[in-house]
């Protein structure tokens, strides 16, 4: 399975402001996920980064709230931008890739707090 | 729409008690089935998967398409199997999961 890194691993910010959370894998995948679990909750998936393109958003996020960049196989990045303290949850990165073990890994998450 | 249904929050058995965590599932195509878990301070990991039809850690799930459930067992319970439990469905038409709300499982000594 891939090695999946995400930094910060938390951070604490103030309301108003933009946190931009990293997530590395060590080879290159074909899929990469932005989960969030808030507190007491289960993940629910934010959106798609897709590769060379804008990313695919669920239902419920929008571009403006959560912009993704992924550059290439390997990084992505997801902004919380113009947070309230309804943000506060764990970001998850997951990765995937096509073929017979198209099973997804996670990243360790990053514990966001918004006060 | 897909969706999974964990109807236990929290499960309590004891130590060499067999234990059951439940799933079930809304899905009108052929879905694929996980289970994944999260022991303390640690990420999410995959626990099985229904295709695979394998016994990891002693826990097995089979799949039943009948009663859309895909339930998780294992006969004996350790205490080191204490961690939360999440099913989670992929559907046909993508890579996207959907997951439960979790089933937080202590084994009590």
């Known amino acids: 399975s891939a090695v999946i890194s995400q930094k910060p691993s938390r951070d604490i910010c103030q309301r108003g402001t933009s946190l931009t959370i990293q997530c590395q894998v060590d080879?290159?995948?074909?899929?990469m996920f932005w989960y969030r679990q808030q507190p007491g909750q289960s993940l629910t998936l934010i959106a798609t980064?897709?590769?060379?393109?804008?990313?695919?958003?669920e239902s419920g996020f929008v571009i403006d709230k959560f912009p993704i960049s992924r550059p290439n196989l390997t990084f992505s990045t997801l902004t919380v931008s113009n947070m309230s303290p309804e943000d506060s949850s764990i970001y998850l990165c997951?990765?995937?890739?096509?073929?017979?073990?198209?099973?997804?890994?996670f990243g360790p998450g990053t514990r966001l707090t918004v006060l | 729409a897909q969706r999974v249904t964990q109807p236990e929050k929290l499960l309590s058995v004891f130590k060499g008690a067999p234990v059951e965590l439940k799933c079930n599932y809304s899905?009108?195509?052929?879905?694929?089935l996980f289970w994944y878990v999260q022991y303390s301070r640690q990420r999410l990991q995959l626990l099985l998967r229904?295709?695979s039809r394998e016994s990891i850690k002693g826990f097995t799930a089979d799949l039943n398409k009948g009663e859309t459930s895909f339930h998780l067992k294992k006969p004996f319970a350790q205490e080191e199997d204490s961690a939360m439990y999440y099913c989670?469905?992929?559907?046909?038409?993508?890579?996207?999961?959907?997951f439960g709300e979790g089933t937080q499982l202590t084994v009590n000594p």
């Open positions: 980064a897709n590769q060379g393109s804008e990313a695919t958003y």
């Open positions: 989670a469905l992929k559907g046909t038409s993508g890579s996207r999961l959907t």
């Open positions: 080879s290159q995948v074909t899929m």
């Open positions: 899905y009108s195509g052929s879905p694929e």
């Open positions: 997951s990765v995937g890739s096509r073929g017979a073990s198209d099973t997804q890994y």
């Open positions: 229904h295709i």
